[in-house]
């Protein structure tokens, strides 16, 4: 026979454990309805296969930098996440550059380029890479005088623009490879074409939450972001340094991106989300929040050439980066 006094304690943790939000299993996800805020990736629209391919190979040419050392490949690795595992990369001169790298993938989906919004097309964002001395330090006239003198290059450029190099071409080149990398076939992707078993249960009620707190004001569209301008720190102090003002960064394959923010300064998704939660909405999410939020994240991370994208982690001893990749 179970004493009186050990009956109600079992009693009452049993109550205890009915009624806590531990214990609480995330509703069956649902059909996605006709006014989602998000839309899928479209495939990338027809390209021309040789100026891809020769902007591809310029994106990983040494002779695209001052002193030939440094190529776009190096802070933008499109084998991995598109970006990088630094929160600030090198600059030519070995100083840490002012803004964390964000990705290469699916920036041809932002209305803006860079973190400041400042440039409006994939082409005059190219050649501002060139010309920066925190990026590649050369100038265009710098980089085609190198190519001319290569005929293999001269004549790649001929088949692919029916003359040799010249600065329109060049930049044409680069935007074209870089409007290929988009990243659709997102396991949220295809919950929003139909298939309910694409996210779990947890992943679903992350997105409402997502979308009742506010995260979705700024994050919606096709790129989760990237279509707007927004202050930084509205109600806290965020990330440094200023401007306040900046484009609203993607969230497509955000879970391989980390550290976060332009300065580089959350470590982890979840210091992103909490931090984003107090710093913008005024909220102190918790512990649950968070990792329902963090999970619907982890749904936006997309393929490429057939493959999920992969988290780059940063190299020791000049070996080659670890690659994880997600589910």
Not at 56 to 63: A, T
Not at 299 to 315: D, H, I, P, V, W
Request: aromatic share 6%; proline share 9%.
């Amino acid at each position: 026979m179970v004493p009186s006094f050990r009956l109600n304690w079992l009693l009452a943790l049993l109550c205890l454990c009915a009624a806590s939000p531990a214990y609480t299993s995330p509703p069956a996800p649902q059909r996605p309805t006709a006014s989602e805020p998000i839309t899928p990736i479209p495939p990338a629209t027809a390209l021309d296969p040789r100026r891809v391919a020769l902007g591809e190979q310029l994106f990983n040419d040494p002779r695209l930098s001052g002193d030939t050392t440094r190529t776009c490949v190096a802070c933008h690795d499109t084998r991995t996440n598109g970006a990088s595992a630094a929160a600030h990369d090198p600059t030519p001169d070995g100083r840490p550059n002012r803004l964390n790298t964000p990705t290469v993938f699916n920036t041809a989906l932002n209305f803006r380029q860079n973190w400041e919004g400042d440039l409006r097309t994939l082409e005059a964002q190219a050649e501002q890479a060139l010309r920066s001395p925190d990026t590649m330090a050369t100038t265009p006239d710098q980089v085609l005088a190198r190519l001319r003198a290569d005929p293999a290059i001269v004549r790649e450029f001929r088949q692919a623009y029916g003359r040799g190099p010249d600065r329109a071409d060049l930049l044409d080149a680069i935007a074209t490879y870089e409007r290929s990398l988009l990243t659709p076939g997102g396991r949220f992707d295809r919950w929003l074409g139909g298939d309910r078993a694409a996210i779990s249960g947890q992943e679903y009620a992350g997105y409402q939450l997502f979308k009742s707190l506010g995260c979705i004001s700024c994050h919606q569209g096709v790129n989760v972001g990237g279509n707007l301008y927004q202050r930084h720190g509205i109600f806290h102090p965020l990330a440094a340094p200023r401007p306040e003002i900046l484009r609203v960064p993607s969230l497509r394959n955000v879970a391989l991106t980390p550290p976060y923010f332009h300065d580089g300064s959350a470590a982890t998704l979840a210091d992103a989300v909490k931090a984003m939660g107090y710093a913008q909405l005024d909220l102190v999410l918790t512990r649950r929040q968070t990792a329902d939020i963090v999970a619907f994240l982890e749904t936006l991370t997309g393929r490429y050439r057939g493959r999920l994208l992969a988290e780059a982690t940063a190299a020791t001893g000049g070996s080659t980066p670890v690659r994880r990749a997600l589910r």
